[in-house]
């Protein structure tokens, strides 16, 4: 038996789904029944037509996130459950800085801060001006701290997304599940070939 | 599987015929092969009841007394015949009341199809009248639940509904449609049965190479140990289970839901698991060397303290939902799979054996236990009836052929631990809920499900008054079940755990109950209540003789324990004979 991973850290979980109303709740509740936060949730149509993907941040034990994903898996419109570290993924957040623009205009070191953290600027009006930045949480709450003082006016980040490093995606998989008599390759189990690796029932 | 269809230009179109959505479900039910459905009418579903008038001679409708008693004889009706219990209700309290049924059959993987009616699909949101938000209420307790507004999409859910109820790990799926779609007309063109979805695999691809680690794990135990649940009537697989144990000898003990998957009486069947499970089963859980779990969840109530539990042993878990596989008990070997399938294989692969040491180590706690506990319930020499003897005396007049159904609470852990099963599918009881007051409705399915059996239901006191409005079913329905309550005039399950753990602080189990006799009486229902030993035999006689139902009420011992017990907290092994 393999040494489980007992301590907590950050595991981004992609679910593939049909597209139901009402599936969301019935996923939310897997987390919400043992009182597990959801630090991060997005969820929007994958690559594939008419599958959803969604991309769920905890922050668990590794056992707690396997028996989670089995139960999300179970769930008769979910198609499929990953889970990874972030070591796995690569991930990106997206977020907004609303500034005034007097204040950008006034000072110049605001727009040397503000290239140098990799912002762009979306909207720019007599008011306000709209920057954008992508990147980890760290890189878009540097920037934050870095706008407060300057009057920052409003801020929003998005949910977390993440690509799995070593995923072949989702076109060939779908096409297995569309068979009335599914192969090995749907129904492969985490116990087998790269099992330690890649979560997969 | 898959139909073919040839589609040519000469081909007259398909036939359509125009029918409202209440038709349509109902000739969906007729095509799923419902026979029987236990409903309640109500605002939301009346289209569907208007319906129904004109199937009287097709589809057999239970009026019952309240919904909580409709699903519940839903699920007593599924559990003896193995087929999906249907369940009507309107929406609102209805749809509610159906709640704590659906949580039951969730947990003890019973087949629903439960139909609710919904207010008008304008109207939702609105907070009309009889309006509940019955798909998030029940969305943690059913399997699959979907809401139709539109009539054309019946057809489609209903076969969804079946597929997955009793597909795979069965369980609870329920409908909820809106009243405008139960009117509405639309182009009707056949029922076809749902065969395939594409995002749901009730059954995995058998690995053999699992079947093969589990083979070379049971060749090699010196002490083998099996445990079975329900999963092997769920799967069917009595034969193949019985097979599977016959030719490797190994002993196989029961969970509660697992009873009657092989005769009591057979010589390797070496009792009951859990709490209050026989006494060799739980002390010999932690000296076997590998333990082979069958159909089976690794409850709390079986395992008793889990960082206690069998850590010596390796654990072989066959089971057909893959998120049962290391959630409570960490495998050696899992196989994932239907066991109807898993366990021949199996069979194939293992030594023709006999663990006569092993097995004589059962037999020796067997001796143990009935010294200390079984005789004085069976055989007491006390003034006050045990309710061990009531169930022993029943054995003897049944020989052990009727359906028992149980409520929940000490009369059930002695129903269990004492009644005899010769046939699978006969002990129908909440095991995972928990659910008092299941017994009485329960009963009344269990006999629809299987009309040519006995069923006699076993009650406490306590449970029998959370639903025996029900008796009303009873008369209504003119069906023939037996009701046995075992009278203690406590809660005393409750009562046994104030008594054992909290210094006989009785914290409000002391229960009145009304003159149960004149109840059944005022149903048409003949009864009958005993006080002493002496006239038992007979009163249960005369209850098996009589032609309709029965209530026999036996007033026992108030303050009697069931024993053994593992209390809460402690390792199986740690199981008190008193």
Known sequence: ?201 | METTQEITIDTPKKETVEVSGSVALLEALIAEGVETIFGYPGGAIMPIYDALYDYKEKLEHILVRHEQGGIHAGQGYARTSGKVGVVFATSGPGATNLITGLADAQIDSTPLVCITGQVFAHLLGTDAFQETDVINITTPVTKWNYQVTDAREIPEAIAKAFYIAKSGRPGPVLIDITKNAQIQKFDFEGYVKCKHIRSYKPKPVVRHQYIEQAAELINQAKKPFILFGQGVLLGSAEQEFKAFVEKSGIPAAWTVLGAGAIPTDHPLNVGMLGMHGNYGPNVLTNECDVLIAIGMRFDDRVTGRLDKYAKQAQVVHLDIDPAEIDKNVKSTVPVWGDCKETLPLLTALVDEKQHTEWLAKFNEYTRQEVEAVIEKELNPTTEEMTMGEVIKQLNDLTLGEAVIVTDVGQHQMVACRYAKFNKTRSNVTSGGLGTMGFALPAAIGAKFGTPDREVVAIIGDGGFQMTCQELGTIMQSGINVKIIILNNRFLGMVRQWQELFNEKRYSFVDIQSPNFVTLASAYGIPGKTINNRTDLPGALKEMLANKGSFLLEVMVTKENNVFPMVPQGCSVSEIRLK
Not at chain 1, 104 to 109: G, Q, R
């Open chain 1, 1 to 201: 038996m393999t040494e489980q991973i007992t301590e907590k850290q950050e595991y981004n979980i992609t679910v593939y789904t049909e597209n139901q109303i009402g599936l969301l709740n019935r996923i939310a509740i897997i987390f919400t029944r043992r009182k597990i936060n959801i630090d991060s949730l997005n969820t929007s149509p994958s690559e594939v037509d008419s599958i959803h993907r969604f991309n769920i941040v905890i922050t668990e034990t590794e056992e707690v996130v396997r028996k989670v994903c089995r139960q999300i898996e179970k769930q008769v419109e979910v198609l499929k459950v990953y889970y990874h570290t972030n070591a796995d993924v690569i991930w990106q957040e997206m977020a907004l800085y609303k500034v005034s623009t007097d204040v950008i205009a006034e000072k110049v070191s605001v727009e040397r801060l503000l290239r140098e953290n990799g912002a762009r600027a979306v909207v720019i009006r007599k008011d306000y001006t709209i920057f954008e930045t992508t990147g980890h949480r760290e890189e878009t709450d540097a920037l934050v701290a870095i706008l407060q003082p300057y009057g920052l006016i409003e801020f929003v980040r998005s949910a977390r997304i993440a690509i799995i490093k070593d995923s072949d995606g989702f076109n060939r998989k779908l096409r297995e599940f569309e068979r009335l008599e599914p192969g090995e390759d749907v129904m492969e189990n985490e116990y087998l070939g790269q099992g330690q690796k890649v979560f997969s029932m």
